[in-house]
């Protein structure tokens, strides 16, 4: 039983206290609070109710430890000792088997570590709500559903017939209600009333009891109603910091956003209670669950379980992590012991079915949800996993039936009715189809991108499964989203998704390259590009049946992308090789899904395609397909690398790293001596101005002696040697000018030095105005040769040209620049324009085709294709673009007569 101390002076209190100190609730701020903050605040109300001066000692500890914020000395009582035990969830704790305690607590001991029985036993004589409550889950986790409907029947009838004026009482004949709801199959109808009640627990009867909104929080959850749910979490913990069910919940619903780092503050504050915390392991199982550990996963479940044999969810989770191994006899073991203890049960079939759907793994994922729903057919939970799982996987008439059904069980639950609409309003989309893709739009303007992608997704088809040696067994489907809205919608449950574009395997949703507002649309892009790298996902998640890990996935996909390594990602990954922060085979998984720093998903994003790439380099093309044969078979990482490549993991990365490095000299980005250390030795020249700037200034001199320990130091360096690392904070660098003169001293040194003759350039193209002439041209070309990645020459040297009387000359700079381009045609727009002086249409039709590719919805850029494809006589390809015009500028007749003319062109050439 929840014990709450003096209810009946609480209605002395004067309004002000009670709703003045509560205007800056959480609920009303949670859209400013961090989902997971570190710790709470006691509410100022629940505050000043503890320190009334009319309370006697006793109950000023008894309201201390309902509020959370006791110590040691509040715990006079063994019913408090209890109390803070089970909160702690310390079952080991002798209060909690004092025959002095009062039943229900003990009881809910037991019903939490997994003993229902014994549960059920201690409330023989019990006839208050929450025995009810208590009796009712633990017949239910025994599968003895009538048992259970029965035992919540006083509560119930008592909540309907008569109002219940004590908070708790009325809470958990709530939560007795709740029960009941969901083993009849109604779980929406009573939703409003429930809310409406616990409202009342907690506004009109008592607004410090926090039970109440802790039970409101857990319905608001399992209506997948997280804004709302979260604000109440928010609520409950102000009146009550240390309640673990809150920072529990809390810690779910980070989970449900994929925010690690905010549920792993949850595990913090419920450790924080107890070190041992069952919520705490839960919680950190999960997580690494869905980050596709389940080796370590199960060296947290394993302890907890040992402990605690009988705690439902953790066997749920281990059945699940079972299943993560890829060994169905291992799953299905679990699943027989879950079945052991709780006959029936469904509980275990969905968190397995549920955790499978998110790895992918829709096939086994369909039948654990479906076993979940015909062993409950009234819980909704496994049927909104199946529909959305149905959703992901392509089968949207499945989905459909799925999500209707639990819609008419539930229509209170957000996930379920948003997924609905969104089916329903896919469903009067238009679709096109071809040899191996189906394209589907909503009817209207998108047409005009639509219309253009068969062709361009067949030659992407050919390509990704030439070099994968796989075609999916079905036609995969392209959704076009009309805008950020509703592609946020599409792949809302999905982890590790793009922001234009995600695959869930048989399907890849993608917003529509358009500029806009950026609440709607988030601007131009390569579409092409994008599709190449997301129906790779396709290919190698088809041909390992979803089990290629999350970072070669990204790593394969990217090394498909149609285009060079841009410039900032050499530069990252130069800089990461520098400075030795390159990530192993461990690292590099974590760094998408908890990363350190700003810049780990992008340097594991980039750094997986370095790794395959050396893969293809030095083991052949056909070591990655060899790879994911190995997945394919159901082995992790650990063997599938040795068995496919004949070298060790660790062999493999140590050997990546030695290639990287000449990697990074060809790229240019490893010149010595570095441009630091050059700067350094004029800073540092004046040894003993050096020594008495670095004690001023309290700066490490070790870092001087690194860097001019050849150049400076005959006497006076075993002084700088006596000032150590561990006496002085880092060392700060006074800034130095470096004049012409002096760069040209480096120059005559250090002839062929990219960081020098860079400098160098912008000098001179600063001081000329960038005005062309021939020393300007012969330096960036020498530049361009020393460090072939950077763009900065060719756009100077094609801003030079395109000024000059041979315009021509600016063409392979421009090329270099449009290949690397991913956002705007202005590159390949330019390139159409000298193509079509140079009288080669052929390629000036192909720059032009990029440009529209990049921007489908400009109308100049549509005018320029259909210009050029009429000179080149592709009199079908300029049709597609006059067409185009008319959804675009539908303003404009002249298009529709240039429309029926150019059908006559076609008519009269005979197509």
Not at 156 to 185: P, W, Y
Not at 214 to 221: D, R, V, Y
Not at 735 to 762: G, S
Not at 865 to 891: G, K, M, N
Request: include cysteine; charge should be negative.
């Amino acid at each position: 039983m929840q014990t709450h101390p003096r209810r009946g002076w609480r209605g002395c209190l004067s309004s002000m206290l009670m709703c003045g100190l509560l205007a800056s609730s959480a609920r009303a701020q949670d859209q400013q609070a961090p989902l997971v903050p570190e710790s709470f605040a006691l509410n100022k109300a629940a505050a000043a109710a503890i320190n009334a001066q009319w309370l006697t000692d006793a109950e000023r500890s008894a309201m201390r430890v309902f509020h959370g914020v006791w110590d040691d000395r509040d715990l006079t009582t063994m019913a408090l000792k209890a109390t803070v035990a089970l909160n702690a969830w310390d079952f080991d704790n002798p209060a909690l088997v004092d025959a002095g305690v009062p039943a229900e607590i003990r009881a809910e001991a037991r019903l939490r570590a997994g003993d229902l029985q014994q549960a059920i036993d201690l409330l023989q004589s019990a006839r208050t709500n929450m025995a009810a409550r208590i009796r009712a889950e633990a017949f239910e986790g025994l599968g003895q559903i009538e048992a259970a409907d029965k035992a919540v029947d006083e509560p119930v009838k008592s909540l309907l017939q008569s109002k219940i004026a004590d908070a708790g009482e009325l809470t958990e004949a709530v939560r007795a209600m709740f029960i009941r709801a969901r083993i009849q199959g109604q779980p929406g109808r009573d939703f409003q009333s429930m809310m409406n009640l616990l409202g009342r627990a907690h506004q009109e009867i008592d607004r410090l009891y926090w039970p109440a909104m802790l039970a409101e929080a857990e319905l608001l959850m399992d209506k997948d109603n997280p804004r709302e749910a979260i604000g109440a979490l928010h609520d409950t913990l102000s009146m009550n910091p240390r309640c673990a069910q809150a920072w529990y919940q809390l810690g779910r619903a980070a989970l449900e956003r994929f925010d690690f780092d905010s549920a792993g503050l949850a595990v913090d504050a419920l450790h924080r209670l107890n070190r041992q915390h069952p919520l705490a392991d839960l919680l950190n199982a999960e997580s690494r669950l869905i980050q596709d550990d389940p080796e370590s996963a199960q060296q947290v479940l394993t302890p907890l379980l040992k402990r605690l044999p009988k705690l439902r969810p953790a066997l749920a989770l281990n059945a699940a992590t079972q299943a993560f191994f890829y060994q169905e006899s291992a799953m299905k073991a679990a699943l027989d012991h879950y079945d052991e203890l709780s006959p029936g049960s469904a509980q275990a079939y969905y968190e397995v079915g549920r955790h499978l759907s998110m790895n992918r793994q829709y096939g086994v994922a369909a039948q654990m949800l479906e076993e979940a729903v015909r062993r409950q057919p009234a819980w909704p939970d496994p049927q909104i996993e199946l529909g959305l799982m149905e959703l992901q996987s392509g089968r949207d008439d499945r989905a459909l039936s799925a999500l209707k059904t639990v819609v008419k069980l539930d229509p209170f639950n957000k996930r379920a009715s948003n997924s609905l609409f969104l089916l329903e309003e896919l469903a009067k989309d238009k679709q096109i189809e071809s040899e191996h893709f189906i394209v589907r739009y909503q009817p209207g303007v998108d047409q005009v991108l639509a219309d253009m992608m068969l062709p361009q997704l067949e030659k992407i088809h050919a390509t990704v499964s030439h070099r994968f040696g796989y075609e999916p067994p079905q036609k995969t489907v392209i959704e076009l989203a009309p805008d950020h809205a509703r592609f946020s919608v599409r792949i809302t449950g999905m982890p590790f998704v793009e922001t234009i574009a995600a695959c869930t395997g048989p399907v890849i949703a993608m917003e529509v390259p358009k500029e806009g507002a950026p609440s709607k649309h988030l601007g131009l892009f390569d579409w092409p590009r994008v599709l190449q790298h997301e129906y790779t996902h396709t290919i190698t998640l088809g041909q390992t049946r979803n089990r290629i890990p999350h970072w070669l996935t990204e790593a394969a996909a990217v090394s498909m992308e149609p285009a060079p390594r841009s410039y900032d990602t050499c530069l990252l990954l130069a800089r990461a090789w520098r400075e030795k922060s390159l990530f192993n085979l461990d690292e590099i998984k974590w760094a998408f899904v908890r990363p350190k720093k700003p810049t780990d998903r992008a340097q594991a994003y980039a750094q997986g395609h370095w790794m395959v790439e050396y893969m293809n380099e030095r083991f052949g093309d056909s070591a990655l397909p060899r790879l994911l044969e190995h997945y394919f078979n159901g082995e992790r990482e650990q063997q599938a690398i040795p068995n496919a490549l004949g070298i060790s993991r660790a062999q493999f990365y140590k050997d990546f790293l030695v290639w990287a490095g000449t990697q990074v000299h060809s790229w240019g980005l490893a010149a010595t001596p570095t441009l630091e250390q050059l700067t350094d030795e004029l800073r540092w020249a004046d040894e003993e101005k050096a020594l008495a700037m670095a004690a001023s200034q309290k700066a490490r001199l070790d870092v001087i002696v690194d860097g001019l320990a050849g150049q400076v130091g005959q006497p006076g360096s075993g002084r700088r040697q006596a000032i150590t690392a561990d006496r002085w904070p880092p060392i700060v660098r006074p800034p130095v000018e470096i004049t012409d003169q002096q760069l040209a001293q480096w120059i005559e040194k250090y002839p062929n030095h990219p960081d020098l003759l860079e400098l160098q350039i912008h000098r001179r193209l600063k001081q000329s105005g960038e005005a062309l002439d021939e020393n300007s041209i012969a330096m960036l070309e020498q530049y361009a040769r020393l460090r072939p990645i950077d763009p900065f020459p060719h756009k100077a040297l094609a801003t030079m040209w395109l000024a000059s009387d041979t315009p021509a000359k600016a063409i392979e700079h421009l090329e270099f620049l449009d290949i690397r381009e991913d956002k705007k045609p202005v590159y390949a727009v330019k390139l159409t324009e000298l193509y079509q002086q140079a009288g080669d249409l052929a390629k000036a039709l192909a720059k032009a085709t990029r440009a529209v590719q990049i921007n489908p919805y400009s109308a100049p850029n549509r005018e320029l294709a259909a210009t050029v494809a009429l000179q080149s006589q592709h009199y079908d390809v300029a049709r597609q673009h006059i067409q185009a015009l008319t959804l675009l500028e539908p303003d404009r007749p002249q298009h529709a007569k240039r429309l029926a003319a150019i059908d006559k062109l076609i008519a009269d050439h005979g197509g």
